[in-house]
């Protein structure tokens, strides 16, 4: 993710430009360049060849994610919330030359072009005519960072992470190189986060977080896949191979529900949707830990909700509630990455970043930011977990966030 200037007549007009604070509709057009100004500086994830993005309003960061849009009706070029806007704010990059694209409108596949030379020109969606006002040069600036101040720290807690636009509390834990991150998965009750029932047999915990939904407080309960060594768990109990076999099925078929992150003994991990029970034999046991989780952040360097991501069987990651129509994501994962796009809650995120893992709390986030949270931490695999009254956060014997729950199983930095 890098914010840029988009400059017509490729490289050799003027600046596209969303002038105010953002709403709906807000008209763009062109005009000559304002030194630092966020009114010109637009969020792009990875633009390059063929890439499928979003181009956000640096401007909006704190106010909701207003992104370039086609207003299908006349073809102008506005900003409007991507949210629940799927298409209309959905654009592919066809590269022309270095750093210079034409920029393609995936609703009806026009292009965006500048509808003069002169300053006020305004900007719109044309039919492709391979002409220097639908060229437009990208050039990487420092103005507009993301909605979150992310300081540079080092390994153990940190508070220094803030939203520019809210006072929710952030909690950070970095783990050391010579932490490991490890799965407290327990079929004997539910316990305190604080308990030592919590706590990988023979291991010593420095840092530990919430981990699985669950049904019940009353006995041992999770929900999902998990792995820890040579361990197998699925939906509150041991699972093994082959005796399992039906019900592990039965979770990968649903196929909608808690993806997997997977943690191999060394190296980056990965989020995993199996794709069949053979496709789970044959590759688990490559992954010492198996999380599942709520929701895919943050997939192979990409945040889900900028850009249009497939997985490993390229099917897209995509939610309807957020992004409709549904029918433009037949066959993908519909329930993935499900939740009220505007809603803050509390939340618990496991983000990988340059090697480390990071444990991640917040007192109230929507799933959106928690997405830009860890994208602008560097992280190039990120999850959510439980939230709400769920998530909590213990360093030490200090309770970060508490929560009054009881769990099964807990996330945890180990020093062994």
Known sequence: MANYTLQSHGGAGLYMTADGTPTARRNVYIKARVSASLDQTWRIDSPSNGARTRIFSCKSNNTGGYALNNATGTNNCDIISHIGNYKDSLVEFERYGPNVYYIKSITNGRYLTADGTSANSNVSWQIKASSEAQRWKLSEVSEGAGPFSVSSFGDGLTNNVTHTSSNSQIAVYKLSSTQKLRLAITLTGNYAISSSNLVPPGKTVSAKTNCAFFS?????????????????????????????????????????????????????????????????????????????????????????????????????????????????????????????????????????????????????????????????????????????????????????????????????????
């Open 216 to 416: 019940s407080q009353s006995v041992a309960s999770f929900n999902g896949l998990f792995k820890s060594g040579s361990n197998l768990y699925l939906n509150s109990s041991t699972a093994t191979i082959p005796e399992s076999e039906t019900n592990i099925t039965a979770f990968i078929n649903d196929g909608t529900h808690y993806p997997c992150f997977c943690v191999p003994s060394s190296g980056a991990p990965t989020i995993k949707w199996f794709s069949s029970y053979t496709n789970f034999v044959n590759t688990y046991q490559s992954y010492e830990y198996i999380f599942s989780g709520g929701h895919a952040l943050v997939y192979n360097g990409k945040n889900i909700y900028d850009s249009e991501v497939v997985n490993d069987q390229s099917l897209p990651i995509a939610c309807p509630k957020i992004y409709s129509p549904v029918s433009s994501h037949t066959g993908g994962y519909a329930d993935i990455a499900w939740d009220e796009p505007t809603t803050k809650r509390q939340r618990t995120l496991l983000g990988y970043a340059g090697a480390r893992y990071y444990l991640i709390v917040s007192s109230s986030m929507t799933i959106f930011a928690a997405a830009q949270l860890a994208k602008e931490l560097g992280c190039s695999w990120a999850m959510s977990f439980d939230g709400g009254g769920s998530t909590c956060m213990r360093v030490g014997s200090t309770n970060v966030i508490s929560s009054s729950r009881l769990f099964s199983t807990a996330l945890c930095a180990c020093t062994n």
